[in-house]
T-cell receptor
Framework: GAVVSQHPSWVICKSGTSVKIECRSLDFQATTMFWYRQFPKQSLMLMATSNEGSKATYEQGVEKDKFLINHASLTLSTLTVTSAHPEDSSFYIC????????????FGPGTRLTVT | KQEVTQIPAALSVPEGENLVLNCSFTDSAIYNLQWFRQDPGKGLTSLLLIQSSQREQTSGRLNASLDKSSGRSTLYIAASQPGDSATYLCAVTSGNTPLVFGKGTRLSVIA
């Protein structure tokens, strides 16, 4: 099946610094990728839709200047958490839309971000 | 606005039992429905995808059904095993749009 990777799998950073998370579709091209956030024992909350070659579409309440998304190629989308604060600590998961018309999404393994 | 509800929120069963997880959605104009499994601290593993024109999909001990008109889906797990313990998430999409997730059912299968 289709594989989506994320890097890093976990990261600890100090408050005020920026962190970049990569999402890659390894064996297919994805014009659309999605970024989700998940708090402990909660379901996934969509943050933004990332489209290759264009600006990301952010969900209501998500600060686009804080969560920078760049979909530079058909296999890579990046999420940069700028000026991170402890409340940004969370589990971030990306998904990639598989081509072919079934609207099937494949998910990455997630990135655990801890801001101290 | 699409809303997805999963019942029960948590379930504990002895090994070997057959079980059913329920999912309902408010807007029946869906393109497909997916069932996922998530282990603690891990990403999502896709289990089954049902297109809106389909009634059910099967994979091994898993069977998912879809009744689009009533806004319901069920995930049937036969002969449950301790390794099935995880959170099961149901999600729907209306096309090339983000998935809308339910809050999941936490399953524990006791040996």
């Amino acid at each position: 099946g289709a594989v989506v990777s994320q890097h890093p799998s976990w990261v600890i950073c100090k408050s005020g610094t920026s962190v970049k998370i990569e999402c890659r579709s390894l064996d297919f091209q994805a014009t659309t990728m999605f970024w989700y956030r998940q708090f402990p024992k909660q379901s996934l909350m969509l943050m933004a839709t990332s489209n290759e070659g264009s600006k990301a579409t952010y969900e209501q309440g998500v600060e686009k200047d804080k969560f920078l998304i760049n979909h530079a190629s058909l296999t890579l989308s990046t999420l940069t958490v700028t000026s991170a604060h402890p409340e940004d600590s969370s589990f971030y998961i990306c998904s990639a839309l598989f081509p072919g018309g079934k609207s099937e999404q494949y998910f990455g393994p997630g990135t655990r971000l801890t801001v101290t | 606005k699409q809303e997805v509800t999963q019942i029960p929120a948590a379930l504990s069963v002895p090994e070997g039992e057959n079980l059913v997880l329920n999912c309902s959605f408010t807007d029946s104009a869906i393109y497909n429905l997916q069932w996922f499994r998530q282990d603690p601290g891990k990403g999502l593993t896709s289990l089954l995808l049902i297109q809106s024109s389909q009634r059910e999909q099967t994979s091994g001990r898993l069977n998912a059904s879809l009744d689009k008109s009533s806004g319901r889906s069920t995930l049937y797990i036969a002969a449950s095993q301790p390794g099935d313990s995880a959170t099961y998430l149901c999600a729907v999409t209306s096309g090339n749009t983000p998935l809308v997730f339910g809050k999941g059912t936490r399953l524990s299968v006791i040996a």
